[in-house]
């Protein structure tokens, strides 16, 4: 009986024993990993995905225990020292102006180069350039156009009217530009319409990633799309033995008068028949007064009146 009662206390005692042994164990093994976690770089600039106008950029950090080294790579190239022993940095960098993979390393004692974290920011220091706008002078007929420099483009505007009907703004699709090297050429047709008979200022303006803005030199135009007005358009006849004298007596309104000129169609029926002078310039009251000779015979004579823009009127008459 005391054998029986001694062997379940041995038995006990050693599985008392083993928990013990086990506790401590395992005690241990939470220390050791514990002891070994890796240690963390507080990375406060820059911050992801940013865009900076400048080519410095501060990089600021820190560590909760001293760090032997803190490198960094830029866009995968040979790592760079950022300090030594240290457990705070805050410095400036150069960057090239473009999109950046920075990648911060830490070494800490018993540990090897560890990446702490990974940042991606872009940079863009140059103001955008703009080389030519077009039209220069003369008329607007709507149709404009620019040629610009700029890397990262995320705007381009065109800006027209005046003071007294007010100023519009219209945005240019940078996808429809054309690209030759460097160069970005872009147009666009704008409505006018409301501007008729007036004159407007135009300027482009580009806007780029880091928000850089610059407009281009504001150029003056005036608006015509009214066809001249024939007010009156007369003739008389003067018949002479072989041939008639013919006077053509035209009142004209159009204050960008360029030209009227005529054609027969039946003047010659063995060429084709081309436009020619009547009037290159009006009297003071509009008046266009001009005498011609023409052969006996049927003339059908179109009357043309342009202005500076290209806009016409005309009148038809036949002989």
Known sequence: ?????????????????????????????QQNVTARVIPIIHIYSPLENSIYDSRMVLINLGSDIPVDYI???????ESRILCRDCVSYSREKPFDDGRHN???FATFEGFGAIIMDIRNITTD????????????????????????????????????????TGYKNNSLDLNKCNVKRLTKSCEINVNLNQYDQQGIIYWFEVIDIAGNVRGSRMRGLDVDFSKPII????????KRISRNQIKFTLNITEPNFDGIEYLDKLQNATREPVWKNLCKKLDKNGI???KMMLKKGQHDIMIRVLDEVGNFEEERVII
């Open 125 to 164: 220091s140059k103001m955008p350039i703009l080389r030519k706008t077009e039209p220069t002078k003369g008329f607007a007929n709507g149709n404009f156009s620019v040629e610009f420099q700029e890397e990262n483009p995320i705007s381009l505007i065109i800006n027209y009217g005046n003071n007294v």
């Open 102 to 104: 920075i990648t911060i």
């Open 71 to 77: 490198r960094y790579s830029d866009n995968n190239y």
């Open 288 to 290: 266009c007064e001009r």
């Open 1 to 29: 009986m005391v054998l029986y009662f001694s062997s379940w206390t041995g038995i006990l005692i050693l599985i008392i024993g083993i928990l013990l042994v086990g506790n401590v164990s395992a005690l241990t093994l």
């Open 231 to 238: 007010n009156s358009f007369n003739y008389t006849i003067s």
